[in-house]
Antibody
Framework: QVQLVQSGAEVKKPGASVKVSCKAS????????MHWVRQAPGQGLEWMGR????????NYAQKFQGWVTMTRDTSISTAYMELSRLRSDDTAVYYC?????????????WGQGTLVTVSS | DIQMTQSPSSLSASVGDRVTITCRAS??????LNWYQQKPGKAPKLLIF???SLQSGVPSRFSGSGSGTDFTLTISSLQPEDFATYYC?????????FGPGTKVDIK
């Protein structure tokens, strides 16, 4: 069965970087885009970007351009999201989600989420 | 970027009620509209894709309609497990914006 397993919770200081991993299993990793979505405490969902695991090509939300980097390692079916220059308002749960091969790339499988806390 | 709005932001309903949530895009997005359900502490769950296609395994009491800029999610008979927050998401542009969410709670 399809599974996305994310790395564990992180606590970072302002100005630091964080790298979250998302290990995929149960399907062909290179066949489906991987998206990243975050959710601040008590807030809604915010789309950050996506990566094509086959080519490595990325699309980032304008807000995150120059600030987020999405990569992948196809040998271990893992996607990564790195966010730099962290601020306190980057405290959020970060999710990876697989995009279904359907019109509009709906996100059909999600990781369990990784809580990133930014605090001095 | 395409902006998404939802109404209402919250609603109270009873088991068995028919519930309708509206999502509006700031420009035409054809049928590139997905709906998700999220319960507290859990990852979102895909309900509807391409405006009106029911995701496999999702109960048929959920339905979606609309195209262009105006979309609706309907729950025909609200069940106890349906109390949650619902988000729309546009996938027309390569910036897959979410709506702000609609929280459905118990009256």
């Amino acid at each position: 069965q399809v599974q996305l397993v994310q790395s564990g919770a992180e606590v970072k200081k302002p100005g630091a970087s964080v790298k979250v991993s998302c290990k995929a299993s149960g399907y062909s990793f290179t066949g489906y885009y991987m998206h990243w979505v975050r959710q601040a405490p008590g807030q809604g969902l915010e789309w950050m970007g996506r990566i094509n695991p086959n080519s490595g090509g990325t699309n980032y939300a304008q807000k995150f351009q120059g600030w987020v980097t999405m990569t992948r390692d196809t040998s271990i079916s893992t996607a990564y999201m790195e966010l730099s220059r962290l601020r306190s308002d980057d405290t959020a749960v970060y999710y990876c989600a697989r995009a279904q091969q359907q019109l509009g790339e709906p996100l059909d499988y999600w990781g369990q989420g990784t809580l990133v806390t930014v605090s001095s | 970027d395409i902006q998404m709005t939802q109404s209402p932001s919250s609603l109270s309903a009873s088991v068995g009620d028919r519930v309708t949530i509206t999502c509006r895009a700031s420009q035409s997005i054809s049928s590139y509209l997905n709906w998700y359900q999220q319960k507290p502490g859990k990852a979102p769950k895909l309900l509807i894709f391409a405006a009106s296609s029911l995701q496999s395994g999702v109960p048929s009491r959920f339905s979606g309609s609309g195209s262009g800029t105006d979309f609706t999610l309907t729950i025909s008979s609200l069940q106890p497990e349906d109390f949650a927050t619902y988000y729309c998401q546009q996938s027309y542009s390569t910036s897959f914006t979410f709506g702000p969410g609609t929280k459905v709670d118990i009256k």
